[in-house]
């Protein structure tokens, strides 16, 4: 049974960081693609992060420089650490995992709530 199970979520004050886990049980963890999106009320899902299996990431225009995406292989786990924060961002964050086949999965979200 495949579960990518994420953590970290909460409420923070502007200006402040977050550091988001993503546990992933079930797959080849080391040959997965691995994302975080998500998706504020209203609004379409986007991506936040990818880190490729060979380490190599990318970020859209609207994190790049806060946030910081990272694997562990050996513990099956990704990571994004998010400094700055802004109300902007907040949003249900989810982990999602792809293979080279498009075999997609996905986790349950975290709630991050940017607020003063």
């Known amino acids: 049974q495949v579960q990518l199970v994420e953590s970290g979520g909460g409420l923070v004050q502007p200006g402040g960081s977050l550091r988001l886990s993503c546990a992933v049980s ?16 209203g609004k379409q899902r986007e991506l936040v992060a990818v880190i490729r299996s060979g380490g190599s990431t990318n970020y859209p225009d609207s994190v ?3 946030f910081t995406i990272s694997r562990d292989n050996a513990k099956n786990t ?10 902007e961002d907040t949003a249900v964050y989810y982990c999602n995992a792809v293979d080279i086949t498009a075999l997609t999965f996905w986790g349950q979200g975290t709630q991050v ?4």
């Open 64 to 66: 790049k420089g806060r």
């Open 113 to 116: 709530t940017v607020s003063s």
């Open 78 to 87: 990704v990571y994004l650490q998010m400094n700055t924060l802004k109300p």
């Open 26 to 41: 079930g797959i080849n963890f080391s040959r997965y693609t691995m994302g975080w999106y998500r998706q504020a009320p």
